[in-house]
């Protein structure tokens, strides 16, 4: 068989392998999904603050696409996402992108939030969008876990 032929098959099955699986790849502390928020957070803002919000989750849309593996994000609803110094609560860093889901593995959390040190959850792009917008103060805010 051709080398570069095999080796085309290796990627594919490789490929295939990690998409049908993409959902269960916890491994170290445990695997969870957030799946795209229920409501439209900028529907719920006043009708003042709709097209600012629209604009700001054009924007944090761009943001959460622009993630890669090793980024560091806050994922506590207080801080901005591209914020995790300081005043971050719940700090994780992107260990997989696929499609439009990130795994995020949490690095920093209260013990008594919905996070654990060390599990993997697996994002919507949606969600993490929705995180962003609930920082930046639109809509309710407790919309997320």
């Not at 054009?58 to 591209?82: H, M, N, S, W």
Request: include cysteine.
């Amino acid at each position: 068989m051709n080398p570069q032929r095999l080796g085309s098959l290796r990627w594919a099955a490789a490929a295939a392998i990690l998409n049908a699986g993409c959902a269960s790849l916890g491994g170290r502390g445990g695997s969870h999904e957030m799946g795209p928020p229920s409501v439209d957070r900028c529907e719920q803002s006043p009708a003042q603050a709709q097209a600012a919000c629209a604009q700001a989750r054009t924007e944090a849309t761009q943001r959460v696409r622009k993630l890669y593996v090793d980024d560091q994000v806050c994922i506590d609803g207080r801080q901005p996402l591209d914020s995790p110094g300081q005043g971050c609560t719940v700090r994780a860093f992107v260990e997989g992108v696929t499609g439009h889901q990130l795994q995020l593995e949490i690095r920093e959390a209260p013990e008594d939030g919905p996070y654990k040190v060390m599990e993997n959850w697996w994002f919507d792009e949606a969600a993490l969008v929705d995180i962003q917008l609930q920082a930046l103060g639109y809509g309710s805010q407790d919309a997320r876990p």
